[in-house]
């Protein structure tokens, strides 16, 4: 039976389900009783652990965790950030606030108070700090902004081609058109663009040029910081590694001594095969895109510009990639083989950030 008392001197965990106003939470003692379980308001969470004793406090890693997890810290209480999808088995019917509350701290009789909290199994998400969350902020603007650029881009090729002017795949070449509508001529100094058509579309060149612009801020600030962290510069000797790569992997990944392997990381990039097992019988499917998107695709896109680029390089991952392309016969065999070149370097860069050194570029024997 769920309980409030006034005396909370015997809790031992508490499952927090935060939100954007009204908090639950889901106290039990050593033995595994419910001692208390109630709704707060924002302002109340703190002044509620603040009148606990030292305990074990389970959260969802969602938007603003590591913010009541840096709170419940200074408190003195031992803060775990549960993945929301580990925290989904342990809910036994419907699905509410209380309910999640209740699934973070529950356990059973036959296993110790807060499981899900409390197994050594139980995979947990690192707190961040401050300036962590800064940093992968810088990214995720950079991301947006990007994606603002494209769309911005992609609205002056439809605009153009209905009255004519049309352009080759590829950003150069949007760019081409861009240049085209600010002049109005071609090279030849022919009107291509009417002057109603400049002033109409003139908004969305002025909000390319001021992205550009931000882009390129952030750029700069992301190489400042790259130089100055050691990690970063090993990690960008490796080929398809540049700074834009190299930050976002230090920033993301604060501990690489949480994974047991170099391949348990590509998973959790998820850039390993789906694996369909049975009877002996293994079936591998594709790539299971679980984990972190921002990470896989930036070395996916790295994985591309190296195999593009690979001629003239006898290093050893260039020429493993080279074989593995020649060997494909598959109709998408280029696509296929950057992400196999992704998940060879994503092993490379748990190395260099678990045993030390550089990515060495020296040519392999014929």
């Not at 809790?11 to 109630?38: I, M």
């Not at 390319?208 to 100055?228: C, H, P, Q, Y």
């Not at 095969?273 to 070395?299: C, F, H, V, W």
């Not at 896109?301 to 060997?327: E, F, I, P, Y």
């Amino acid at each position: 039976m769920v309980k409030s008392i006034s005396n909370l001197s015997s809790v031992a965990v508490v499952g927090l389900d935060t939100a954007k106003n009204v908090f639950h939470v889901h106290c039990v003692d050593e033995g595994g009783f419910v001692v208390l379980a109630k709704a707060l308001r924002r302002a109340q969470v703190l002044t509620f652990f603040a009148s606990l004793p030292s305990c074990l406090v389970g959260l969802e890693a969602c938007s603003s965790a590591f913010h009541w997890a840096r709170g419940l810290i200074e408190l003195g209480h031992r803060v775990k950030l549960i993945p929301p999808s580990y925290v989904k088995p342990y809910v036994r019917r419907g699905k509410n606030d209380a309910v999640d509350a209740a699934a973070i701290s529950r356990r059973m009789r036959s296993i110790r108070p807060g499981e899900a909290v409390g197994r050594p199994s139980m995979r947990f998400v690192p707190v961040r700090s401050i300036d962590n969350q800064a940093q992968l902020m810088r990214h995720r603007a950079r991301e947006l902004l990007a994606g603002n650029r494209t769309r911005m881009l992609n609205a002056l090729r439809g605009h153009l081609a209905e009255i004519g002017v049309v352009a080759a795949q590829g950003a150069q070449h949007a760019y081409e058109l861009k240049r085209l509508l600010v002049d109005g001529a071609d090279e030849n100094g022919e009107v291509v663009v009417p002057d109603c058509v400049r002033q109409a579309l003139a908004p969305l060149v002025r909000q390319i040029d001021a992205i550009d612009g931000e882009i390129a801020t952030i750029d700069d600030e992301i190489k400042a910081l790259v130089k100055a962290d050691d990690t970063a510069r090993r990690l960008m000797t490796i080929p398809g590694i540049g700074p834009i790569t190299a930050s976002a992997i230090v920033a993301t990944v604060q501990d690489m001594g949480a994974f047991a392997s170099g391949r348990e990381f590509a998973a959790f990039l998820g850039l390993t095969p789906r694996q369909n097992a049975s009877g002996g019988k293994e079936r591998l499917g594709r790539i299971t895109k679980m984990g972190d998107r921002y990470l896989r695709k930036l070395l996916v896109v790295g994985a591309c510009a190296t195999l593009s680029h690979r001629k003239g390089h006898r290093d050893a991952l260039r020429v493993w990639a080279d074989q593995l392309l020649a060997r494909k016969e598959v109709r998408y065999k280029f696509k296929l083989a950057a992400v196999a070149l992704a998940n060879k370097v994503a092993r490379i860069v748990f190395v260099l950030m678990t045993r030390g050194g550089e990515y060495n570029e020296m040519p392999v024997a014929a």
